[in-house]
Nanobody, 116 residues
């Protein structure tokens, strides 16, 4: 059974940091490119960051470049999103996504709220 389980969300003040984790199981994690998406209320889901299967390549949305870092540990079947200098506009549900060939899996999401 394929599972992507996100954790690490919560309430943080502007300028603060959070680290999201996504634990994968039920598929060969090391073969999959992994991404974080987010969806704010009333908005479409948007791509935040992507990391290649071997971790050698990363890409970021312009809105998070220099503030967020995606990483993965293939030995632990886990992908991370380190979020620094958080802004109120980063408030959203953050989703983990795994893609390989025609296979595409999603997690259930974790809420991140940036507010004073």
């Amino acid at each position: 059974q394929v599972q992507l389980v996100e954790s690490g969300g919560g309430l943080v003040q502007p300028g603060g940091s959070l680290r999201l984790s996504c634990a994968a199981s039920g598929f060969t994690f090391r073969r999959y490119a992994m991404s974080w998406y987010r969806q704010a209320p009333g908005k479409e889901r948007e791509l935040v960051a992507t990391i290649s299967s071997d971790g050698g390549s990363t890409n970021y949305a312009d809105s998070v470049k220099g503030r967020f870092t995606i990483s993965r540990d293939n030995a632990k079947n886990t992908v991370y999103l380190q979020m620094n200098s958080l802004k109120p506009e980063d408030t959203a549900v953050y989703y983990c996504n795994a893609v390989f060939a025609s296979y595409n899996y999603w997690g259930q999401g974790t809420q991140v709220t940036v507010s004073s």
